[in-house]
Nanobody, 121 residues
């Protein structure tokens, strides 16, 4: 069974940094796009950053210049380096990936359970 497991969340002061990780496991033949989403209390889930298998990236406007997404394909892991954190970055951060399972011909979107990031002012 394919699983995505996030780690690295926690409590940090405004201006601080955190690094999130998301590791995929299971019968995986390939992973295409990997993404980080976040959901703040009372708000809809929003895309924060995405990265293709070849390393092309895109970011939400409000995190450009502060967050960096990267991945290690051999480790089936995606990272989100978050710098200059602001209280408005407080949210549960979810990992998402388009995964090709060994026995299936099509990619399937999988989600992690999320990791909480709290930024205090």
């Amino acid at each position: 069974q394919v699983q995505l497991v996030e780690s690295g969340g926690g409590l940090v002061q405004a201006g601080g940094s955190l690094r999130l990780s998301c590791a995929a496991s299971g019968p995986i033949s390939n992973i295409n796009a990997m993404r980080w989403y976040r959901q703040a209390p009372g708000k809809q889930r929003e895309l924060v950053a995405a990265i293709t298998r070849s390393g092309s990236t895109n970011y939400a406007d409000d995190v450009k210049g502060r967050f960096t997404i990267s991945r290690e394909n051999a480790k089936k892991t995606v990272y989100l380096q978050m710098n200059s954190l602001k209280p408005e970055d407080t949210a549960v951060y979810f990992c998402n990936a388009e995964v090709y399972v060994l026995t299936l011909p099509l990619g399937i979107d999988y989600w992690g359970k999320g990791t909480l990031v709290t930024v205090s002012s």
